[in-house]
């Protein structure tokens, strides 16, 4: 690795630790505004799980207005991806389990 490349990954945020901060913003302060906020950076950047996390807070109007039709292609794309959790939620969705 050259020290460019090294400076630059120093300053290329990783999206794991947006996803991070917003799960502890979320679980233990409650703050969903700002974990919208720090999920959504983190899905700018491809972070497959922000994406199911995002899409839930839009589900249920948490920090974000709800917004049924961006929760589901949030929860689209985290599915093509693999996110099992996804996968079982746009089932639900579809399926008329989930309101």
Not at 15 to 41: H, I
Not at 48 to 72: H, I, P, S
């Amino acid at each position: 690795m050259g020290i460019f490349s090294g400076i630059k990954s120093f300053f290329t945020p990783d999206p794991e630790v947006d996803f991070q901060f917003g799960l502890r913003e979320e679980t233990l302060s409650a703050n969903y505004a700002k974990a919208a906020w720090l999920y959504q950076k983190a899905v700018d950047r491809g972070h497959v799980k922000a994406k199911y996390f995002l899409a839930v807070l839009y589900l249920m109007g948490r920090g974000v207005t709800e917004d049924r039709d961006k929760a589901t292609g949030l929860l689209k794309e985290s599915a093509a991806a693999g996110y099992n959790k996804a996968q079982k939620l746009l089932s639900d969705i579809q399926s008329g389990e989930f309101r």
